[in-house]
């Protein structure tokens, strides 16, 4: 009695079993039809904003040291111009004294950033102005002048109010050579620039987050810096970017240490004389990408959201509709397999009951279609073992014998060269040929026996393996009477001499079969000329060989091409033919292990029969 409930049990667990995999299917389904394309779409649009926003940061931070870069470059080279001119005209008079102090004054007056002028001899004696600040080279060996390094030192005169102003400021030394006009060097210029002006230049810059923009002198000191946290020190080997700066003469972009940054140096700005100084704009890179961090975030909350709506909606979707498809399956399966108690019919609604409906249809017609088969199959073989027997065996064979007997008996007394024999043997060889046609024709006719593995290709023997080229050469020559008739010729193209895995006979019944029908389809179709291919090539994988049999004839319908092979089917007109050649050469050929197809010509006009058959071994 414990057993009784159970197998109930275990076939509602069976049954249940494909219903849930359906479900768990659809769901998958949907799950990857919804993740594949959000995936994708989510990796390239994340893809998408970073590469943007890298290339916008950095677009925008090379554009802003572009216009300070320019802004200092243009005030310094502008301190430097009116120095020189200075210079110039102190050189024409350098006994002026009153004309010298005036020419300081309207220095320190006209150049906002110069605080202190010294005008000194070619060895550094003071003549005018303040005095030289110790440690200044005046560059009195060199021609021209130059802007020296920054520095942090104290004014020399801390008396002055405006000295005490700029006590601690970074300090750089402009130094101008006065020379006459025959080039004779008559003194130096040396001014002192307040570099004030840079950091009033950096601080009126409008910032990302957590960005700086430093402006170094050629000793990686800076000048000035944006958030005041720069020590007066230099930052060389310190500092990546002030390196790659101060390193290069062009502009450039560098991510290091989670650093964005972008430099360029003053030098590129091809003024006059340009500065060895370089300016850099320097970003955390969570500060600089963060708006590609937000889209990331946002792309990752929309796919999830996706993701869950599609899976709530392949749930659902599921659930509807596994259950009349779950039925279906089972009532399919019971079908397939031919089972008497098969579920009862599908009811549903729309294309679901629809299905059902032609499923049942479908279960009797298969019924309907294999009791048919069944009959016809028998009726085919009952056919061919009536016809076969009763009227080729009966009616032909024993004429043949006849024939065979005396054509042999007529050979007996024809020599070699007698011009009748080479007749007499060819109807010899085709009554015996014609014996071993009908023998077939009753093979064909029989159930398989245990005695049909002798003719397997491994059991032949040897001087039964037929040679292609030999045996289309007979056909060829055979067949020329009727082909001549049908004003038909046969081309022939044999790439290979294998010897085959079928007698000689055998395969040159499958030919004639094939030329014969070749042949009546052209007559049939009324064409004046025809041509009929033969050709031999060795199969794919090089353990066959490849026969085919083409014809620019009419061609085999579509719908004819899978009953061409079956015996008495036939499109000949009565009397013509009895639709047994296709079956015996098909018959002749599986024998051997091979097989025999039709398909269109190349070109589309005619048709081609592919023979395939095992080769020797």
Do not use: C
């Not at 989670?258 to 140096?265: E, L």
């Not at 500065?275 to 320097?282: D, P, S």
């Not at 990752?300 to 039925?327: C, M, S």
């Amino acid at each position: 009695m414990s057993e009784t409930p159970k197998a109930p049990k275990d076939s509602k667990v069976r049954r249940m079993s494909p219903a849930r995999s359906l479900r768990l299917r659809i769901v998958v389904g949907l799950a990857l039809a919804a993740l594949i394309p959000t995936a994708i779409v989510g990796v390239l649009a994340i893809m998408r904003a970073r590469d943007d926003v890298e290339r916008e940061v950095q677009r925008g931070a090379l554009a802003h040291i572009r216009a300070l870069g320019a802004a200092l470059d243009g005030t310094l080279q502008d301190a430097r111009r009116t120095v020189e001119l200075a210079a110039a005209t102190w050189a024409d008079a350098t006994e002026d004294a009153r004309g010298a102090q005036l020419l300081v004054a309207r220095l320190r007056r006209d150049v906002p950033i110069v605080h202190a002028v010294s005008i000194v001899d070619p060895d550094g004696k003071q003549l005018f102005g303040d005095p030289l600040p110790p440690g200044v080279d005046i560059g009195s060996h060199s021609f021209g002048g130059y802007i020296g390094d920054a520095t942090f030192e104290p004014a020399p005169d801390a008396a002055n109010s405006y000295a005490q102003s700029i006590s601690g400021r970074p300090i750089v030394r402009l130094v101008v050579q006065a020379r006459g006009r025959t080039g004779e060097l008559m003194g130096v210029i040396v001014a002192s620039l307040d570099l004030g002006f840079v950091r009033d230049v950096i601080a009126a810059a409008r910032l990302g987050q957590g960005a700086r923009v430093l402006v170094v002198d050629g000793a990686g000191v800076p000048v000035a810096s944006s958030d005041d946290a720069s020590p007066p020190q230099t930052l060389l080997g310190k500092d990546p970017a002030v390196d790659r700066a101060l390193a290069s003469t062009v502009e450039g972009t560098l991510v290091e240490r989670g650093w964005v940054s972008a430099y360029r140096n003053l030098s590129s700005y091809q003024s006059q004389r340009g500065v060895r100084w370089a300016i850099v704009h320097e970003q955390p890179e969570h500060e600089a990408y963060a708006l590609a961090r937000r889209t990331t975030r946002d792309t990752i909350i929309v796919g999830t959201l996706a993701l869950a709506l599609a899976l709530a909606l392949g749930v659902w979707f599921a659930t509807r509709l596994v259950r009349p498809l779950a039925l279906l399956a089972r009532r399919a399966d019971a079908i397939a397999a031919g089972s008497a108690d098969a579920p009862p019919p599908v009811q549903g609604m729309g294309e679901i009951g629809v299905l059902g409906q032609r499923i049942d249809e479908m279960a009797r017609r298969i019924a309907e279609r294999t009791e048919l088969q069944q009959a016809l199959a028998r009726g085919d073989r009952l056919a061919s073992v009536g016809v076969m027997s009763a009227q080729v065996a009966h009616e032909i064979n024993n004429p043949l014998t006849t024939v065979l007997g005396y054509a042999k008996l007529l050979l007996e007394d024809k020599p070699a060269d007698h011009p009748d024999r080479a007749g007499l043997e060819l109807i010899a060889e085709e009554a015996e040929r014609m014996k071993k046609i009908i023998g077939g024709l009753l093979e064909y006719a029989r159930s398989p026996r245990e005695s049909t593995r002798a003719l397997t290709p491994t059991a032949l023997a040897s001087d039964d393996h037929a040679d292609p080229a030999k045996v289309i050469v007979h056909v060829e020559a055979l067949l020329a009477p009727q082909l001549k008739r049908a004003r038909a010729r046969i081309t022939t193209d044999v790439k290979t001499t294998a010897r085959l895995a079928i007698e000689a006979n055998a395969l040159q019944q499958v030919l004639v079969n094939l030329v014969q029908n070749a042949s009546q389809a052209m007559v049939e179709a009324k064409q004046e000329t025809g041509t009929i291919a033969i050709a031999t090539r060795a199969a794919p994988g090089g353990i066959a060989t490849l026969i085919t049999v083409r014809d620019d004839g009419p061609g085999v319908p579509a719908a004819h091409r899978l009953k061409v092979f079956d015996p008495f089917f036939t499109t000949k007109a009565a009397g013509v033919g009895t639709g047994l050649g296709l079956a015996v050469s098909k018959h002749l050929v599986a024998t051997v292990g091979g097989s025999i197809e039709v398909t269109d010509a190349p070109g589309g006009r005619g048709a081609e029969f592919r023979v395939v058959i095992p080769n020797a071994t």
